[in-house]
């Protein structure tokens, strides 16, 4: 069975190709998903206007997560957490805890599933965390992770700074 493809197919092929499959894939599953449509002269065109407004939306998500980068790429997120011997946390700075942080205080819309993290973070330290926006944009951010007594201990330092002499 001969069709063309609407959208990519993983391992079969990307949208707007000219493609041989069997009978039954192409029946049970492209058809009815919509992913793909029969080989004719009237269809080709068709998916060649739909190519057209295909790469001018991908164009614009592009720029889009282009300009999201840009503003990720500048961001330093603390985490404070309370740690044991050797600076190694309880716990960890999971994907969760960075895309509440995004979503929540620095009002990004982003979904946990595009952060990737290389390491699990369970130690005092800067981090780079990987965020994947589109297929060829990604954003890197610096997450640092912070122990929790030394956090109180700038604090307390800061407030006893702020606080002005007592007069002799």
């Known amino acids: 069975m001969e069709l063309i493809l609407k959208e990519d197919v993983e391992k079969l092929g990307k949208a707007g190709q000219h ?37 001018k939306r991908l164009a614009a998500l592009k720029a889009d997560a282009e300009a999201q980068a840009a503003e990720l790429n500048k961001l330093h997120l603390v985490f404070v957490r309370k740690v044991g011997e050797e600076g190694k946390l309880f716990g960890s700075v999971t994907v969760s ?17 595009k952060i990737h993290l290389d390491v699990v973070l369970k130690q005092v ?42 007069a002799e």
């Open 19 to 55: 493609v041989k499959v069997k009978g039954g894939y192409g029946r049970n599953y492209l058809l009815p998903q919509g992913l793909a449509i029969a080989a004719t002269s009237g269809n080709l065109k068709v998916i060649e206007q739909h190519m057209v407004v295909r790469s």
């Open 97 to 113: 805890d960075i895309a509440k942080e995004l979503i929540n205080n620095r009002h990004f819309q982003l979904d946990k599933h």
């Open 125 to 166: 330290g800067e981090h780079k965390v990987q965020i994947k926006l589109h297929p060829e944009v990604v954003a890197e951010i610096t997450v640092e992770v912070k122990a929790e007594a030394e956090e109180k201990a700038l604090v307390e330092e800061a407030k006893t700074e702020d606080q002005p002499e007592a």
